[in-house]
Nanobody, 129 residues
Framework: EVQLQASGGGLVQSGWSLRLSCAAS????????IGWFRQAPGKEREGISC????????YYADSVKGRFTISSDSAKNTVYLQMNSLKPEDTAVYYC??????????????????????WGQGTLVTVSS
């Protein structure tokens, strides 16, 4: 059974940092992408970053580029999202998900949310001003 467990959310002040973790288990896909998404109240879910199975390809949405860093630890089957310089507009529920491929165009990898077959339960990040 494929499982994704997102954790690390919390309440922080503007400018602070948080690191989210996505612990993955139960799949042995040859190639895959792990994506981080977020959904703020009243807004559509937004793809913010993704990483390939070998960790050699990453992509960031403009909204987080330069502030967030995605990484992976294959030994722990965990993907991390280091979030620095947090802003109140980063407040959202953050989800990780897995897709069974990583497109040559990373924009597609993040945009095709419907192709992410398995999703974690989400972790809430609240950034106060």
């Amino acid at each position: 059974e494929v499982q994704l467990q997102a954790s690390g959310g919390g309440l922080v002040q503007s400018g602070w940092s948080l690191r989210l973790s996505c612990a993955a288990s139960g799949f042995t896909f040859d190639d895959y992408a792990i994506g981080w998404f977020r959904q703020a109240p009243g807004k559509e879910r937004e793809g913010i970053s993704c990483i390939s199975s070998r960790g050699d390809r990453t992509y960031y949405a403009d909204s987080v580029k330069g502030r967030f860093t995605i990484s992976s630890d294959s030994a722990k089957n965990t993907v991390y999202l280091q979030m620095n310089s947090l802003k109140p507009e980063d407040t959202a529920v953050y989800y990780c998900a897995v897709m069974k491929r990583y497109y040559a165009d990373p924009v597609l990898t993040l945009a095709r949310q419907h192709e992410y077959d398995y999703w974690g339960q989400g972790t809430l990040v609240t950034v106060s001003s």
